[in-house]
T-cell receptor, first 118, second 113 residues
C-alpha cells in the first residue's frame, strides 16, 4: 500500500515571502500521479497542482511550483510571493497510474497548516 | 455548472440512527468518489463509481455503509446504525478522466451524539 507523509504539521511565512511544504511518499509503482490540494477554512478541497511521475519536468502553476525528486520519492510544494489568501491546510496526495491497474482513489497525507503573517 | 454539490451540509444524529447523504457531481463527470475526513487528518478514500458501477470499496467501508449511484448521476451514501466513531466530514468528488485532479464538494459534516 502506498503512504504519503507530510512532516510539517504547521508552517508560518511572512506575506510576500516564499515557503516550501514537504511531502514524501512510499510506493513500489513506477506509474503514478501526485497532487497538492488546498483546503481553506470553508473546507472545500481545491486542486493546486499535479505532477505525472513519468514527466521529469517539474509542474508550475503561477506562484506554485513543485520539486519532484522521483528517486528520493519527494514532492515538495513551493509557494512564491505568499498572499493572505494562501492560508489553508495543504494536502499532498498520491494516485496510482492507469497502467498499473491500481486504485483510482487518492491517498492523502495528514496535511500542513500554512499560516501567512501580514 | 455549479460544481459538486453535497447535501446536507451538516447532520446531527443520535447513535443508532440511519443517515443518508447525497452528492451531485459535475454533470459531465462519469467518475464519483466518497472520502471521509476526521479532524486533523487527510481525507480517506471510501469508494469509487464509474458511471453507475461501484468499482472499488475501501476496507474502511464496513457493512453498515452502503453507496449507490443510480443511473450514473447523483450518488447517495447511507450509514446504518451510526456510531460515535462515524462522526467526520464526508467528502464527495468527481472527475471526467482518471488523469486529472478531482473536483471536491464542500462536504457533509456528521456528528453522532
Amino acid at each position: 500500500a502506498q503512504t504519503v507523509t507530510q512532516s510539517q504539521p504547521e508552517m508560518s511565512v511572512q506575506e510576500a515571502e516564499t515557503v516550501t511544504l514537504s511531502c514524501t511518499y512510499d510506493t513500489s509503482e513506477s506509474d503514478y500521479y501526485l497532487f497538492w490540494y488546498k483546503q481553506p477554512p470553508s473546507r472545500q478541497m481545491i486542486l493546486v497542482i499535479r505532477q505525472e511521475a513519468y514527466k521529469q519536468q517539474n509542474a508550475t502553476e503561477n506562484r506554485f511550483s513543485v520539486n519532484f525528486q522521483k528517486a528520493a520519492k519527494s514532492f515538495s510544494l513551493k509557494i512564491s510571493d505568499s498572499q493572505l489568501g494562501d492560508a489553508a491546510m495543504y494536502f499532498c496526495a498520491y494516485r496510482s497510474g492507469d497502467s498499473g491497474g491500481g486504485a483510482d482513489g487518492l491517498t492523502f497525507g495528514k496535511g500542513t497548516h500554512l499560516i501567512i503573517q501580514p | 455548472d455549479t460544481g459538486v454539490s453535497q447535501d446536507p451540509r451538516h447532520k446531527i444524529t443520535k447513535r443508532g440512527q440511519n443517515v443518508t447523504f447525497r452528492c451531485d457531481p459535475i454533470s459531465e463527470h462519469n467518475r464519483l468518489y466518497w472520502y471521509r475526513q476526521t479532524l486533523g487528518q487527510g481525507p480517506e478514500f471510501l469508494t469509487y463509481f464509474q458511471n453507475e458501477a461501484q468499482l472499488e470499496k475501501s476496507r474502511l467501508l464496513s457493512d453498515r455503509f452502503s453507496a449507490e449511484r443510480p443511473k450514473g448521476s447523483f450518488s447517495t451514501l447511507e450509514i446504518q446504525r451510526t456510531e460515535q466513531g462515524d462522526s467526520a466530514m464526508y467528502l464527495c468528488a468527481s472527475s471526467i478522466t482518471s488523469m486529472g485532479g478531482y473536483t471536491f464538494g464542500s462536504g457533509t459534516r456528521l456528528t453522532v451524539v
